[in-house]
């Protein structure tokens, strides 16, 4: 058989295989590259969205699978590798960032800030280029979750200043603003003074993903980065109890008036597994981040459970996902960060829809 007919055989076998995101075969979404058939072996790379897709292994081995089943195929090199889309946005502020994800929750103590780490470390351990903004002013915990000694950021050229880095990460936060153990005490309109500083005046360099730890509620913080930064989307953290998801549901309703897509829930602290009878205990009750999403409508993330190693990862400075990332918790936010960037994935894919939509009545 020719090299050429073999691979027009190749190139229509991919087109069975669909992104269970996306909705599309493979060849139609464009991610098939590089092909080289010569004399029985097939060579292709398959270019996902994303890095951190969780669906990475399972399009992997159905591309080996169905190719391999074609007569006149001796071997298959499936290469995967990942461009990270782009959020579609006009604002003249962190071109260099492909998306911005804002981590929320309506109130305090619902475990926001070991999340945005946590998720921010997982979507960098898939390969991804990431940052961490933490936009809790008056309580800046980040530098202590990640382990980063309280020093001045250092200056660049054109007024900016460089974030600092950890474990890969860009990180920048109000703690390096003031001596360690000193409160920031500011009055409303100053805070937006520092997340403009944050968003403008920081040389992030090139980003796949800038995760962004706000505080808790709906006040002045919130609003600037919502209104401010080109937003790609929004993760609600909450706990299962009902106190926790009636101020989580303020958040999803902020972010709703505001025009940011919601990417999903996530339930923290959701259950506790016991040593001796590995059974869940459900402390803060069960079900109530799902039932969240199922109301609004957007995706359920996933349930992160409650462990003592998460609580002395963020006192250590040393995350849970990277100080045991084989463990359940660990494996949960490296879950999350899959579902994340999944979700990023079908919102960009909407807004290309929208645009095709547009062009071809313009044309029309």
């Known amino acids: 058989m020719e090299d050429q007919e073999l691979q027009v055989k190749v190139m229509a076998v991919l087109k069975t295989v669909i992104d269970p995101d996306l909705h599309k075969d493979i060849v139609g979404l464009g991610f098939v590259k590089e092909m080289n ?56 502020i962190l071109t260099k ?6 981590v929320a929750s309506g109130k305090g103590g619902v475990g926001k800030s070991t999340v945005s780490v946590n998720l921010a470390i997982a979507l960098q351990m898939s390969g991804a280029r990431v940052g961490l903004m933490d936009g809790d002013i008056y309580g800046p915990s980040i530098p202590q979750m990640l382990g980063i000694p309280i020093s001045p950021p250092k200056a660049g050229s054109d007024n900016k200043f460089f974030p600092h880095e950890k474990y890969g990460i860009k990180v920048v936060s109000a703690a390096f603003l003031s001596k360690e153990g000193q409160p920031l005490m500011l009055r409303g309109p100053m805070l937006g003074g520092i997340i403009q500083q944050f968003l403008q005046n920081v040389d992030w360099g ?59 829930i996530v339930e923290n602290m959701s259950y506790f597994v016991c040593d001796n009878c590995d059974k869940k205990h459900h402390i803060f009750k069960s079900g109530g981040g799902n039932t969240l999403a199922e109301k609004f409508k957007v995706p359920f993330l996933g349930e992160i459970p409650l462990v003592g190693e998460v609580v002395e990862g963020g006192d250590s400075g040393v995350p849970v ?6 463990s359940p918790v660990s494996r949960a936010y490296q879950a999350l960060g899959g579902q994340v960037a999944a979700q990023l994935s079908i919102t960009h894919s909407s807004e290309d829809k929208s645009e095709s939509s547009f062009e071809l009545a313009w044309k029309g």
């Open 37 to 92: 058939v010569t004399g029985g072996k097939v060579k292709f790379q398959v270019e996902l969205t994303t890095p951190a897709c969780p669906v990475k292994e399972q399009l992997r081995t159905e591309c080996e699978t169905k190719v391999r089943a074609i007569d006149g195929v001796d071997s298959v090199d499936v290469e995967m590798t990942a461009m990270v889309r782009t959020a579609q946005h006009s604002q003249p």
């Open 97 to 102: 960032v492909k998306n911005i994800i804002a």
């Open 206 to 264: 090139e980003l796949d993903y800038l995760v962004i730890d706000l505080p808790p509620g709906t006040g002045d913080v919130q609003l600037t980065l919502t209104q401010r930064a080109p937003l790609s989307g929004a993760v609600v953290v909450t706990t299962p109890q009902e106190v926790s998801l009636i101020d989580a549901e303020k958040g999803v309703r902020m972010f709703e008036s505001v025009k940011v897509p919601l990417l999903g």
């Open 321 to 326: 996902v990277l100080g045991d990332p084989d």
